[in-house]
Antibody, heavy 116, light 110 residues
């Protein structure tokens, strides 16, 4: 069965960096586009970034462009999100989700809190 | 990248039908058949309920259906059940190759 497990969240000061990971199993990771989606406390879902199956085609939400970088290691079936210059408004649960078009499977999320 | 527009809340009694709307533009909802719907219970990850406007993944009840007309997509839940009470989000592919979600709709089963 498909499993996505996020890790790397925690408390970080404004302006600092953090890298999230998403370990995948139960499907051929290298065949699928992957996303990061976040949800601030008590708020709705916000799409963050997508990477194509081979990592060559990436797109970002305007709110994170230039600060966040999505990447993947298909040999390790792992998706990453490098987050730099973090702001208080980046505080959220970060989910990874499978599939280029339809977010058909989601992880349980990892909480990132940006606070001094 | 403006969020798609959904009603903040809808409600219905058990057995009734409800419809949640999702309005975008010709650059997202109206331009592509890549509209999907997600159910999220409190403290849980979202679950895909409808993809590509009107398709149901395996395991999703046929009480859930989707449609689209112009720049507005809709999710209909028939035969409401208590376990349907949740937040519902629509999403669409966009002309910039990004994705966008709606603001979410809280469904209350009375």
């Amino acid at each position: 069965q498909v499993q996505l497990v996020e890790s790397g969240g925690g408390v970080v000061q404004p302006g600092r960096s953090l890298r999230l990971s998403c370990g995948a199993s139960g499907f051929t990771f290298s065949r699928y586009g992957m996303h990061w989606v976040r949800q601030a406390p008590g708020k709705g879902l916000e799409w963050v970034a997508v990477t194509s199956s081979d990592g060559s085609n990436n797109h970002y939400a305007d709110s994170v462009k230039g600060r966040f970088t999505i990447s993947r290691d298909n040999s390790k079936s792992t998706l990453y999100l490098q987050m730099n210059s973090l702001r208080a408004e980046d505080t959220a649960v970060y989910y990874c989700a499978k599939d280029w078009q339809n977010f058909d499977y989601w992880g349980q999320g990892t909480l990132v809190t940006v606070s001094s | 990248q403006s969020a798609l527009t959904q009603p903040a809340s809808v409600s219905g009694s058990p057995g009734q039908s409800i419809t949640v709307s999702c309005t975008g533009t010709s650059s997202d909802v109206g331009g592509y058949n890549y509209v999907s719907w997600y159910q999220q219970h409190p403290g849980k990850a979202p679950r895909l309920m409808i993809y590509e406007v009107s398709n149901r993944p395996s395991g999703v009840s046929n009480r859930f259906s989707g449609s689209k007309s112009g720049n507005t997509a809709s999710l209909t839940i028939s035969g409401l059940q208590a376990e349907d009470e949740a937040d519902y989000y629509c999403s669409s592919y966009t002309s910039s190759s990004t994705r966008v979600f709606g603001g979410g709709t809280k469904l209350t089963v009375l």
